[in-house]
């Protein structure tokens, strides 16, 4: 494992919901420029920013118009390197999101892609439709594949009587890495943001760039075709090109996304002798509460999480730790019944017990929830939308029915203001913002708890600092020592200590007899009585190592 890695903390920021500076509603580069000193104030290594690119916004900048530019509701390219200088001087490093799966419809290759005699119409992947007839004029999709957003993962195209693949929506057409110019193409990005002082990228859906033949595939997790295109050689082989002609030698902090990877697959991806990725997300733990597919959910089993997580810090090398992201809902709301600032701290403390690099997204550090959407004209994310869509028109659930299942799992979720005070619009903007700003805004903002030495904020500044400083917690080994949905002991061992946690989820006091070294717990007082956990408690101990110990 890359031991420079082991004990950084990187913090996400959407910008659209972070900070807006001009009053126009939504959260810009300014804004993130005037919260520098709080973001410093958590200690964190890296920012990691979604998409700034220049964009239409259908997949709110994950579908890029111009790699070149910046888009212009976040501001300019001055805007841009003034961030990168001030962030320098705080001794923050700069993370970008690097989207290169597929580009916007309205980018400029896209558009010259249209005629077939273009070079540009081989930057895509074009396929004619079967079945063509008279009755039949189109043909049909060239194969069973489906977009990850639902529906067919191919559009038909009028001007070239051709259909394009999309694996995500249609406004999103894949790049074709079979051919040697998009290859370039990407490397001409990806050195235009080293230059301009980037420390490294979030690579978006990075396992799915090779697709290895246009038949039909199989199914798995609500997806038909994957076998083609998740992972495939052709994949590894560009990642390996990629890490040696372009990312290694400038030494480029690269995280992937890399959707349907198993512990196997993320030590193939992260594999000292051929590099490919310094680190990858897991995703396996954020569907331990799914039935089948994301949006059906089941109960949450506690027991079930810390065993997902154990798997993969114990067989995985390298790992990219989080919680929440601007794709998940708010882990408070999704693994509990109701917000309790309790159980945002046990969260915390979990996180910060696990090996790897550890990543905070904008508002989990205050214990951020999901929104209460009363409408579905609440709604803004384009997944959530075509997945309702699907539900009501194809498989005709009813639209009450199908909004109580969109609400719960929207990326809306995570992408509503961040909380700055108890003022008219959380302090994010003067303006109506984008998206709603959640109702509880009142009792979970940063200047509440900035104020109060007993907060979930400063509970994680506390385990930053934590985790900056123990050697334990930096190279320790990983160690379950005892799990039930009640409760969890992990154990992290190094140099002949242990470093331990204990977790109560339960709303109950647990009996637990335990004579070893509190040194902290998520309540304010440091534990007197050791033969109980209190409801949602967690705490951290040491003792001098005995591998046989169970506790």
Same mark, same amino acid.
């Given at each position: ?6 004990? *950084? ?15 126009? &509603? ?11 000193? /709080? ?71 896209? *558009? ?35 977009? @990850? @957003? &639902? ?56 396992? %799915? ?22 992972? $495939? ?13 372009? @990312? ?13 990877? $198993? ?75 109701? /917000? ?20 905070? /997204?904008? +508002?989990?550090?205050?214990?951020? $929830? ?59 903007? &003067? ?11 009142? /009792? ?31 190279? +320790? ?34 009996? %637990? ?7 902290? $717990? ?30």
């Amino acid at each position: 494992m890359n031991e420079t890695l082991l004990n *950084k903390v990187i913090y996400q920021i959407y910008p659209r919901s972070f900070m807006d500076s001009n009053n126009d &509603g939504i959260g810009d580069i300014q804004g993130i420029i005037s919260k520098l000193d /709080y973001i410093k104030t958590l200690e964190v290594d890296y920012i990691w920013l979604s998409p700034i690119y220049k964009s239409p916004n259908f997949d709110n900048g994950y579908d890029i118009s111009s790699y070149f530019e910046i888009n212009e509701e976040f501001g300019t390219m001055e805007d841009f390197h003034q961030l990168i200088e001030e962030s320098k001087k705080r001794d923050i490093k700069i993370i970008m999101d690097l989207v290169i799966n597929h580009t916007s419809w309205e980018h400029e290759w896209f *558009k010259l892609s249209k005629d077939i005699n273009s070079k540009y119409h081989n930057y895509y992947i074009y396929k004619d439709g079967i079945n063509k007839s008279k009755k039949n004029i189109k043909g049909d999709v060239p194969n069973n594949w489906t977009s @990850f @957003f &639902g529906g067919s993962a191919w559009e038909y195209d009028d001007i070239t009587s051709k259909y394009y693949l999309h694996l995500f929506a249609k406004e999103q057409p894949d790049l074709n890495y079979d051919n040697e110019e998009v290859y370039n193409e990407t490397v001409k990005v990806i050195k235009f943001w080293i230059d301009k002082g980037v420390s490294g990228f979030r690579c978006d859906v990075i396992n %799915l760039l090779g697709k290895t033949d246009y038949s039909n595939g199989k199914f798995k997790g609500g997806l038909t075709g994957y076998d083609k295109y998740v992972s $495939t050689h052709k994949s590894h082989k560009i990642l390996r090109r990629l890490q040696e002609e372009v @990312f290694g030698p400038k030494k480029i902090l690269t995280i992937g996304e890399t959707v349907f990877s $198993t512990v196997k697959d993320a030590n193939i991806f992260t594999n000292k002798k051929a590099l490919e990725l310094d680190m990858i997300f897991s995703f396996e733990h954020m569907e331990i509460d799914a039935i089948f597919l994301k949006w059906f959910h089941r109960k949450v089993r506690f027991k079930r999480l810390i065993n997902v997580l154990a798997k993969w810090q114990t067989e995985v090398k390298q790992n990219a730790i989080y919680f929440e992201n601007h794709d998940q809902p708010r882990s408070i709301s999704r693994w509990f019944k109701k /917000y309790d600032e309790r159980q945002a701290k046990l969260l915390g403390l979990l996180l910060f017990s696990l090996k790897g690099t550890t990543f905070i /997204y904008q +508002g989990e550090e205050i214990g951020m $929830t999901n929104y209460p959407f009363s409408t579905f004209d609440e709604i803004r994310d384009i997944e959530s939308k075509n997945v309702y869509e699907i539900l009501t028109k194809n498989f005709k659930v009813p639209k009450k029915s199908a909004f109580k299942i969109i609400k719960k799992v929207s990326r809306d979720n995570a992408r509503t203001p961040m909380q700055w005070e108890n003022e008219l619009n959380a302090s994010f903007s &003067g303006a109506e913002p984008w998206i709603n700003v959640n109702k509880n805004l009142s /009792y979970i903002n940063v200047l509440n708890e900035i104020n109060d030495s007993n907060s979930t904020l400063n509970f994680y500044k506390k385990l930053i600092k934590f985790k900056h400083e123990n050697n334990i917690l930096k190279y +320790g080994d990983f160690r379950l020592n005892k799990v039930n949905n009640k409760y969890a002991i992990i154990e992290r061992i190094y140099q002949n200590k242990v470093l331990g946690f204990i977790f109560n989820f339960t709303g109950k006091k647990t009996k %637990l007899v335990l004579d070893f070294d509190i040194l902290f $717990t998520t309540n304010s007082s440091l534990k007197e009585n050791k033969n109980f956990l209190l409801p949602y408690e967690g705490l951290v101990y040491q003792r001098k190592k005995n591998i046989n110990d169970e506790i």
